[in-house]
Every structure is written in C-alpha cells, then in structure tokens.
C-alpha cells in the first residue's frame, strides 16, 4: 500500500518508449531514471501550460515596454551612379568598361563614408554633431553588382534625414570631381534624391514582439521541464506504480485533524 504522497527522485530523459529502473530494496532506496514518451512530453506541457504562457507574456511585455521607450528613427536614402569620361581617340570597350566601372563602385562605396564628406555636409547645414557621430548614422552599399551606390541617413526627424541624404550627395559628387578632374574623369551622379520617410524604420514593435513571444515559449518550455524534473511528488496511484514496479493495493487519503470544541472554546 502506498500514500499518494510519496516523494522520490526522477530524471527526466525524453525518449519514445521504455522505462528503465534501478532498485536496491536491501537499502530501501530507489535511484532509477525515468524515460518519458511522447504523451508524458505532452502531459507535462499541458500541466506547465501556465508557466510557459507566463514567460512568453513577461517577455513580450518587456519588448514592448523597450520599444515603447525609445526614439523612433527615420531613414532617407538616395542612388548616385558612379561613371568615367571617355576621351575622344579612345575606343570603347564596353566589356571591360562594366566590369572596370563595377570594381570601381565598390571602392567608391568606401569613399562615401569618409570625414571628407562628412564634414562638407556638417559644414553646408551647419549641423551641430561630429563627423565620428555623423559617420554611425551614415551608410552606403553597392546594389548589387550595379554601378549604383545607395547612401541612406537615419535621424529622429525625418525632414533632417531627407536633407541630410541629399546633401551627402551633393558633396560627394563634388568630392569625386575634384580628386578627378583628368579627361578620363570619375563622375559621381545623383540619380535619385531622397523622398520624405513616411515611417519610421526602428523600432519595429511588432517584429520585436513576436520574436519575444518565441523565445519567451522556449525558455518557457525549457522551464517547465526544469520544473518537472525538479519535482519529487507523484500525482496518482497509478504514477507510483508505474514508477515503483509495485503494485498499488490502496491509498492512505490525505485529511486535516479538527480540533475539538472544547480546545476551539478555550
């Protein structure tokens, strides 16, 4: 006969069948290793249910909560399309020109996000931040394997982050034409100004909630199995049975002892 509250260690090894036990009744212990099926994997996520739900909520909260906090950001980008002169008694040769203006875009990437043009733009707007702070906020990457390069200028107000990425350029353009001014000149053409952005580009409250929301159900399913493993209580007869090899003859309820009346009088 058992009680249906007895306690004994369990180690938790998700596997599909089979349990394996290890007794040693001279000493009246039991060490064994318990091996879950799937239903078992099942039954102890819908018992946990509650605590994986809860650290979900938590960390959608706090995601919230974080973006909710924070100055939204704007972005304006522009197209300059990066080209060379030819002169007159030169043939073309529109092969090696693709792939020559191509490499050549790459390293005119580079030149984008340098204090030169840095500085010309602070200069031009007046603008009060450094050219190292200005630079963060500054990017530039070649599209694809174009000869197009995409600068974009992120800022809290959008209307600076539209003026700004014009104004780079502009600069740049003239920055290029003076480093180049031989007949087989590097030109640096604005092919598309910036627009006014519309919208912010960070934060993003709703791509950051639910990235929360999966990784708090993980580390909520990760907890629920500690929980499990953790726990030295069984639930029913039939779980001491199963895990003890012996079988239940009866159960010793559980009850409160209710003090007299004459002690509850005194």
């Given at each position: 006969m058992h009680n249906s509250q007895l306690n004994g260690r369990r180690d938790i090894t998700p596997m599909n069948s089979g349990m394996r036990l290890d007794d040693d009744t001279s000493k009246?212990?039991?060490?064994?290793?318990?091996?879950?099926?799937?239903?078992?994997?099942v039954r102890i996520i819908r018992r946990r249910l509650w605590v994986i739900a809860l650290v979900g909520v938590v960390f959608a909260g706090l995601a919230a909560g974080f973006d909710f906090l924070q100055t939204p950001t704007y972005q304006a980008s522009i197209n300059i399309l990066i080209?060379?002169?030819?002169?007159?008694?030169t043939p073309p040769d529109l092969g090696n020109e693709v792939v020559g203006l191509q490499q050549l875009t790459a390293t005119m990437v580079e030149a984008v996000h340098t204090r030169p043009v840095a500085q010309g733009v602070i200069q031009r707007l007046d603008l009060s931040v450094s050219p190292t702070d200005f630079l963060e906020n500054l990017d530039a990457e070649q599209v694809s394997t174009t000869s197009f390069v995409e600068v974009s200028y992120a800022d809290s107000s959008p209307e600076r982050a539209e003026r700004i990425?014009?104004?780079?350029?502009?600069?740049?353009?003239?920055?290029?034409?003076?480093?180049?001014?031989?007949?087989?000149?590097?030109?640096?053409?604005?092919?598309e100004r910036a627009v006014l952005p519309d919208s912010p580009t960070?934060?993003?409250?709703?791509?950051?909630?639910?990235?929360?929301?999966?990784?708090?159900?993980?580390?909520?399913?990760?907890?629920?199995?500690l929980l499990e493993y953790l726990d030295n209580s069984w639930e029913s007869p039939d779980e001491v049975e199963r895990v003890s090899g012996v079988p239940t003859y009866g159960v010793i309820p559980v009850f409160k002892a209710h003090k007299s009346r004459k002690a509850e009088e005194s």
């Open positions: 009246g212990t039991y060490d064994g290793e318990l091996v879950l099926s799937q239903a078992d994997l080209g060379q002169k030819q002169s007159g008694d990425a014009n104004t780079v350029g502009e600069v740049f353009s003239d920055e290029v034409s003076k480093a180049s001014p031989s007949a087989n000149a590097i030109t640096a053409t604005v092919w960070a934060p993003n409250p709703l791509r950051d909630v639910l990235l929360a929301v999966a990784l708090g159900l993980m580390l909520g399913a990760g907890l629920a199995f």
